[in-house]
């Protein structure tokens, strides 16, 4: 699909943004909760450790649902992907020699660099859809919700 993609609901209904005329009828709508962890992320330690992480910020910001389990999976591995990397390339540098065909030294930029990048730019985009980065997070209007003590507090909502 050509363009911008699509603002998620749970989103338009927090910015003040949703138009009913815009709107799916028709659109699952899952309970807003901790998504569940998939099993083939419980192996990776740190992974697991920024699932729950990720899961919880976008709980708290009632965003998140038991369905975004994958798409949360995928933030915390490419997250994870990336310190490894970042670790690899703070320790061996970012710019490494190489030995030539003419058996010259070169130094050249760390290969690691590449799918650093990568990662970078698809943890990024996924922030962008959780609405995890401070531009995202500007357009959320999440309003503290009201505790209500008396009649008057109920009909005031």
């Known amino acids: ?56 910020y976008i709980a708290e910001m ?6 975004d389990g994958l798409g949360v999976a995928m933030l915390a591995d490419q997250l994870t992907m990336y310190i490894e990397l970042r670790h690899q390339v703070r320790t061996e540098g970012a710019v490494i020699d190489l030995e030539g065909s003419n058996g010259q030294m070169k130094k050249v930029p760390h290969p690691a660099l590449t799918p650093l990048n990568t990662a970078f730019t698809n943890i990024h985009k996924m922030l962008r859809e959780y609405g995890l980065t401070a531009a995202s997070r500007s357009n959320v209007d999440a309003q503290p919700e009201k505790e209500i003590n008396t009649f008057d507090d109920f009909m005031n909502i």
């Open 62 to 67: 009632k965003i998140g649902t038991r369905a």
């Open 1 to 56: 699909m050509a363009g911008r993609p699509k603002k998620p609901t749970a989103l338009k209904e927090l910015t003040g943004t949703a138009q009913p005329c815009r709107m799916n009828p028709n659109e699952p709508r899952p309970e807003v909760g901790l998504p569940d962890m998939p099993s083939w992320l419980t192996d990776d330690p740190v992974a697991s450790a920024l699932y729950e992480q990720v899961g919880t």
